[in-house]
């Protein structure tokens, strides 16, 4: 049998058959996990330090985006299968994730019950999904409560818990996680969320930045501008 039969073989196995043969054969359920990665992360992000599928074999699913940074992120949810099954974590383009990001997707305890202690009273309640987008900065020992979606170009203080959608480039701070300010003026906010740079060519983005400095937003907005417009020209 060729490798191209044999690993379309290994691709029809079913993640649930994957995970019974990994009660023996643990390297097998491993290495299902990383072609599901790669199916849907196909370029490999070498500065992205979630990617252990040892420390959590179900981030398959995820999506991480290209040249986004983080040390390891925690990542709860509880033992119930489904929820185990069906979660989903989001993570865009050119995102920095500092030491200790937390995000509670479940809860395993309700103070409603007669007891909190998950030994008498379990609770099976999900959060919701998380989604950063993108040119996200998020300071150190962060926590996010599933169900929440952090805006383009947010900014979150460090130690700060979130339990509420961030807007775009928007800085929040505090516990729970307030607006302190806005990075930009409105038009400035509302030009950069159509433009979508964090989409152009890596090169393209480190050369313009080169060429104006870090600071210099008017210029490249400008510049950005006349790329897309030449793109859509040269596209019809």
């Not at 290495?31 to 070498?46: D, F, H, Q, S, V």
């Not at 993108?134 to 926590?143: K, S």
């Amino acid at each position: 049998m060729n490798y191209i039969k044999l690993l379309k073989l290994f691709d029809k196995i079913s993640i649930s058959s994957a995970r019974k043969l990994g009660l023996i054969f643990p390297t097998f359920l491993e290495a299902k996990l990383r072609w599901e990665w790669y199916k849907i992360n196909p370029t490999p992000n070498p500065y992205f330090g979630w990617v252990s599928f040892s420390l959590f074999p179900y981030q398959f699913k995820h999506k991480i985006g290209m040249f986004s940074s983080s040390y390891i992120i925690r990542l709860f949810v509880n033992l119930n299968k489904e929820i185990r099954d069906d979660h989903y974590v989001e993570i865009g383009n050119y995102n920095t994730i500092s030491d200790e990001l937390i995000m509670l997707l479940s809860m395993g305890h309700n103070e409603k019950n007669i007891s909190v202690s998950q030994y008498i009273c379990w609770t099976d309640l999900y959060y919701g999904d998380v989604v950063i987008k993108n040119d996200v900065w998020i300071g150190a020992r962060v926590i996010i409560k599933g169900g929440v979606e952090i805006g383009d170009g947010a900014v979150i203080g460090a130690g700060s818990v979130v339990t509420k959608d961030v807007d775009p480039y928007t800085i929040v701070a505090g516990v729970p996680a307030k607006p302190i300010k806005k990075r930009f003026d409105d038009d400035v906010i509302e030009t950069l969320m159509k433009l979508r740079w964090w989409d152009l060519p890596h090169d393209e983005l480190k050369e313009i930045i080169k060429q104006i400095g870090p600071d210099n937003i008017k210029e490249f907005i400008k510049i950005v501008q006349d790329k897309k417009f030449e793109n859509k020209i040269n596209v019809v």
